[in-house]
C-alpha cells in the first residue's frame, strides 16, 4: 500500500492514474523474480491432495455433505441405468460417450444427461485430485486460451472444509447466446480402491463478484466423478473414471446446442484427463513384452488351420524363393533404392504380369524375433494411434484377434484430395518355420463385417512378408536380421 503526494495541482485524474501504474509495476516484478514453475507447483498440490485423500479413506462425511453426495449419487445410479442412453460418437477411441435426452414440455427448458468414461494411466487419487484442483494453473491457462470470462475459486474461509470447495465459471458462448455462468459446490469422500467427487451448483442467491460487469445467464449442474482403482499395467498405475453430469444451460437454449454443450461437459474434462496422465511407451511396453513372452512359450503348439497354412506357403513361396531367385520376374537383378537411413538397406524389382512392384528391406535390430515381431503385429498399440494421429493421414484403423497367430487388420488411407481413399484388409497370422525364423504375413480377405466399397472407399490390394532370423548376440544384446517385402496395388485410376 502506497501513497505519495506529487505538491502539484491542476493535473488531470489520468496522469496521476498513469503515475500510480508505474509504481504499482515493482509488484509484478517481485513477483515475476520469485515465481516458480506453474507446471511443478500444480503437480506438488496435485501429490499433496492425492495422499491427503489416501489418509482420509473411509472417514464419515458431515450432514450437509452426505446429503450432497446422496443427491449426486441419485443421478449417477438411477440415470446410469441403460434405458433412455444413446452412444454418442466420440472423438477419441479410449473414451466412451453417452447422452440421456428426455424432450421437455411445454414451457420447460431442455436438460441432457450426459456420461463418459476412460481408464487412465493413473490412481483414483491422483485423477481425483487434479479435478479437484479446478483453478491449477495448467487448467487457468487453457481457460484463458478458451476466452472464457472468468474461472476462481469462492472462498468462505468462515466454514469452508478442507474435503470442500466452491468454484465459479463464466463459459463463453457464440453470440446470439450469452454467456453462462456455473457456481458449484465440490466436495470428495474416499474409500479403498475408490475416490467419490460429487458436484452441484449452490443456490441462486450466492453471488460472485469477477471485478467486472458481465451479461451472464446462470446454469445449473449437478453429477458425479467416480474413479475407481484398477490392476497395474507394466508398472503404470490404472484407474477407471466416469463422469456423470446433468447440464440445464438456463434460458432459452437450442436443442442441438444443449445437446452439444453436455456432450462437451462429459467429453473435454475425461479427454483432459486422459492426456494429463498418458504414459503411452510405458504401456505399450508391457503390453508387448507379455505377448513377446507368451508367443516364445507357446509356439510350438500353434495349430494352423488348412487355409492359414496354404496362404502362409504361397507367401513364403513368392517372396522367399521366387522373388529371390528372379523367377516370374522381368528382371532377376534388384534395383537399389536410396535409404533414409544408413542401416537399412532397401532394393525394389518388378514382377512380370503386374504393374505392382515388390519393395524390399533389410536390416538388424537390437531385439529378439518374437519382440520384433509382436512391435509390427501391434495395430492397437497407443504408439500406432498416435502416429496416425501426427501424419493425419490413416482415418480408420481396427484389428480383430481372431486366435492366438492371426488377427484381421483393417485401414482406411488418405492418398490425396483428388482420389477417393483405400481401405485395405488383410489378415495378418505368424508363424515359426524353425527354432531361430519367425515369419508374419499379410493376405487380402474379404469379411462381412468389413464390407467392400463402404463410404465410397476404393478397396486396394496388397501383400506383405516380415522375415526375422535369429542372429548370434553382441555383448549380450540378443540381434535378429529383419527382411520385409511389400507389394501394394492401390487400384482404381491414377
Given at each position: 500500500?502506497?501513497?505519495?503526494?506529487l505538491?502539484?495541482?491542476g493535473?488531470?485524474?489520468s496522469?496521476?492514474?498513469?503515475?500510480?501504474?508505474h509504481e504499482?509495476?515493482?509488484?509484478?516484478?517481485?513477483t515475476?523474480?520469485?515465481r516458480?514453475?506453474?507446471?511443478v507447483?500444480?503437480?506438488?498440490?496435485?501429490?499433496?491432495?492425492a495422499?491427503?485423500?489416501?489418509?482420509?479413506r473411509?472417514?464419515?462425511?458431515?450432514?450437509?455433505?452426505?446429503?450432497?453426495?446422496?443427491?449426486?449419487m441419485?443421478?449417477?445410479t438411477?440415470?446410469?441405468?441403460?434405458?433412455?442412453?444413446?452412444?454418442?460418437?466420440?472423438m477419441?477411441?479410449d473414451?466412451?460417450?453417452w447422452m440421456?435426452?428426455?424432450?421437455?414440455?411445454?414451457g420447460?427448458?431442455?436438460?441432457?444427461?450426459?456420461?463418459?468414461?476412460?481408464?487412465l494411466d493413473?490412481?483414483?487419487?491422483e485423477a481425483?485430485?487434479?479435478v479437484?484442483?479446478y483453478?491449477?494453473?495448467?487448467?487457468?491457462r487453457t481457460?484463458?486460451?478458451?476466452?472464457?470470462?472468468?474461472?476462481?475459486?469462492?472462498?468462505?474461509?468462515?466454514?469452508?472444509?478442507?474435503?470442500?470447495?466452491?468454484?465459479?465459471?463464466?463459459?463463453?458462448?457464440?453470440?446470439?447466446?450469452d454467456?453462462?455462468?456455473?457456481?458449484?459446490?465440490?466436495?470428495?469422500?474416499?474409500?479403498?480402491?475408490?475416490v467419490w467427487?460429487?458436484?452441484?451448483s449452490?443456490?441462486k442467491?450466492v453471488?460472485?463478484?469477477?471485478?467486472?460487469?458481465?451479461?451472464?445467464?446462470?446454469?445449473f449442474?449437478?453429477?458425479?466423478?467416480?474413479?475407481?482403482?484398477?490392476?497395474?499395467?507394466?508398472?503404470?498405475?490404472?484407474?477407471?473414471v466416469t463422469?456423470v453430469?446433468?447440464?440445464?444451460?438456463?434460458?432459452?437454449?437450442?436443442?442441438?446446442?444443449?445437446?452439444?454443450?453436455?456432450?462437451?461437459?462429459?467429453f473435454?474434462?475425461?479427454?483432459?484427463?486422459?492426456?494429463k496422465?498418458?504414459q503411452?511407451?510405458?504401456?505399450?511396453?508391457?503390453?508387448q513384452?507379455?505377448?513377446s513372452?507368451?508367443?516364445?512359450?507357446?509356439?510350438?503348439?500353434e495349430?494352423?488351420s488348412?487355409?492359414?497354412?496354404?496362404?502362409?506357403?504361397?507367401?513364403?513361396?513368392?517372396?522367399?524363393?521366387?522373388a529371390?531367385?528372379?523367377?516370374?520376374?522381368?528382371?532377376?537383378?534388384?534395383k537399389?533404392?536410396?535409404?533414409?537411413?544408413a542401416?537399412v538397406k532397401?532394393?525394389?524389382?518388378n514382377e512380370?504380369?503386374?504393374?505392382?512392384?515388390?519393395?524390399?528391406?533389410?536390416?538388424?535390430?537390437?531385439a529378439?524375433?518374437?519382440?520384433?515381431?509382436?512391435?509390427?503385429?501391434?495395430?492397437?498399440?497407443?504408439?500406432?494411434?498416435?502416429?496416425?494421429?501426427?501424419?493425419?493421414l490413416t482415418?480408420?484403423?481396427?484389428?480383430?484377434?481372431?486366435?492366438?497367430?492371426?488377427?484381421?487388420?483393417?485401414?482406411?488411407?488418405?492418398?490425396?484430395?483428388?482420389?477417393?481413399?483405400?481401405?485395405?484388409?488383410?489378415?495378418?497370422?505368424?508363424?515359426?518355420?524353425?527354432?531361430?525364423?519367425?515369419?508374419?504375413?499379410y493376405?487380402?480377405v474379404d469379411?462381412e463385417?468389413?464390407?467392400a466399397?463402404?463410404?465410397?472407399?476404393?478397396r486396394a490390394t496388397s501383400?506383405?512378408?516380415w522375415?526375422?532370423?535369429?542372429?548370434?548376440?553382441?555383448?549380450?544384446?540378443?540381434?535378429?536380421?529383419?527382411?520385409?517385402?511389400?507389394?501394394?496395388?492401390?487400384?482404381?485410376?491414377?
Amino acid at each position: 500500500v502506497q501513497q505519495a503526494d506529487l505538491k502539484i495541482s491542476g493535473l488531470p485524474k489520468s496522469f496521476f492514474n498513469m503515475i500510480a501504474r508505474h509504481e504499482l509495476n515493482f509488484t509484478n516484478a517481485v513477483t515475476e523474480k520469485f515465481r516458480r514453475n506453474e507446471d511443478v507447483v500444480d503437480r506438488e498440490r496435485l501429490n499433496a491432495l492425492a495422499e491427503k485423500m489416501r489418509k482420509s479413506r473411509g472417514k464419515d462425511l458431515d450432514g450437509d455433505h452426505q446429503a450432497l453426495l446422496e443427491r449426486c449419487m441419485e443421478t449417477f445410479t438411477e440415470e446410469n441405468q441403460n434405458d433412455g442412453w444413446a452412444n454418442m460418437e466420440s472423438m477419441h477411441r479410449d473414451i466412451r460417450v453417452w447422452m440421456r435426452y428426455f424432450p421437455p414440455k411445454a414451457g420447460v427448458r431442455s436438460v441432457v444427461t450426459g456420461k463418459a468414461t476412460a481408464v487412465l494411466d493413473c490412481s483414483a487419487e491422483e485423477a481425483a485430485a487434479w479435478v479437484f484442483d479446478y483453478c491449477s494453473n495448467e487448467r487457468m491457462r487453457t481457460s484463458l486460451q478458451w476466452r472464457n470470462p472468468a474461472r476462481l475459486r469462492v472462498r468462505q474461509l468462515e466454514d469452508e472444509r478442507g474435503n470442500e470447495a466452491i468454484f465459479a465459471a463464466v463459459k463463453k458462448h457464440p453470440y446470439p447466446l450469452d454467456d453462462r455462468e456455473v457456481i458449484a459446490k465440490f466436495l470428495w469422500r474416499s474409500e479403498e480402491g475408490k475416490v467419490w467427487l460429487p458436484f452441484e451448483s449452490v443456490k441462486k442467491n450466492v453471488e460472485c463478484d469477477y471485478g467486472i460487469r458481465m451479461k451472464k445467464v446462470r446454469a445449473f449442474t449437478r453429477g458425479l466423478w467416480l474413479m475407481e482403482n484398477l490392476p497395474d499395467l507394466g508398472g503404470a498405475r490404472q484407474c477407471r473414471v466416469t463422469l456423470v453430469q446433468l447440464l440445464d444451460g438456463g434460458g432459452l437454449i437450442p436443442t442441438w446446442v444443449v445437446n452439444l454443450n453436455t456432450k462437451n461437459a462429459v467429453f473435454k474434462p475425461v479427454r483432459d484427463l486422459l492426456s494429463k496422465f498418458r504414459q503411452d511407451s510405458m504401456v505399450d511396453s508391457a503390453i508387448q513384452k507379455e505377448e513377446s513372452a507368451s508367443m516364445q512359450e507357446r509356439w510350438q503348439l500353434e495349430e494352423y488351420s488348412e487355409e492359414e497354412e496354404k496362404m502362409i506357403n504361397i507367401m513364403y513361396e513368392k517372396f522367399e524363393r521366387k522373388a529371390r531367385a528372379g523367377n516370374l520376374l522381368k528382371s532377376n537383378k534388384w534395383k537399389v533404392l536410396s535409404s533414409p537411413d544408413a542401416f537399412v538397406k532397401m532394393e525394389s524389382i518388378n514382377e512380370e504380369g503386374s504393374s505392382a512392384a515388390i519393395g524390399k528391406a533389410v536390416t538388424t535390430v537390437d531385439a529378439s524375433i518374437f519382440d520384433c515381431a509382436v512391435w509390427e503385429m501391434d495395430k492397437n498399440s497407443r504408439r500406432t494411434y498416435k502416429s496416425d494421429a501426427a501424419e493425419g493421414l490413416t482415418l480408420e484403423r481396427h484389428l480383430l484377434r481372431l486366435n492366438s497367430h492371426c488377427a484381421l487388420s483393417h485401414y482406411v488411407l488418405d492418398v490425396g484430395r483428388a482420389l477417393r481413399k483405400r481401405e485395405w484388409l488383410t489378415k495378418q497370422c505368424w508363424q515359426m518355420r524353425d527354432k531361430d525364423t519367425l515369419i508374419v504375413a499379410y493376405w487380402d480377405v474379404d469379411d462381412e463385417r468389413f464390407p467392400a466399397g463402404k463410404n465410397n472407399y476404393v478397396r486396394a490390394t496388397s501383400a506383405t512378408f516380415w522375415k526375422y532370423e535369429k542372429l548370434p548376440e553382441v555383448d549380450d544384446i540378443p540381434q535378429t536380421k529383419v527382411t520385409y517385402w511389400q507389394q501394394i496395388d492401390l487400384k482404381g485410376r491414377i
